[in-house]
């Protein structure tokens, strides 16, 4: 890729990343929304956010505040659903509002998927280091720092 086209793929990052935050409203977790979008050839092939399985309450957390052991991450909502639909995640990018968990990470890299971005690096980073032992492009972007920042190409 050329400077141009780093730019240019830098500015869809940027929007496809806003983009999952917004979606991750959509969680109906109490302790924190996470929100993930799957792009394929141009095209938002998928989206997901935290939750619990299809038919279950819509509550993640249980009465102590714990979330419940079935809620599902964002980014495993996202690939699930795909599994479900005609397409396939082979060779796309997972957008993702925080960096993945380690169970999160087996399911990306099995998923065929290649580049990830996040937005909030998760405390724990393992899940990031089996990414990149995959052979996975992971890329760290702060949405609100670039906000202010005012570097947007147009
Ligand atoms: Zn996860």
Redesign the pocket.
Known sequence: MDLQEQQKQHALDLRYLRMARIWAENSYCVRRQVGALIVKDKMIISDGYNGTPSGFENVCEDSNGLTKPYVL?A??NAITKIARSGNNSDGATLYVTAS??I??AKLIIQAGIRRVVYGEAYRLAD?IELLRRAGIETVFLDVDAERTSGTSNR
């Open positions: 991450h980014e495993a993945p968990c169970e999160c899940g």
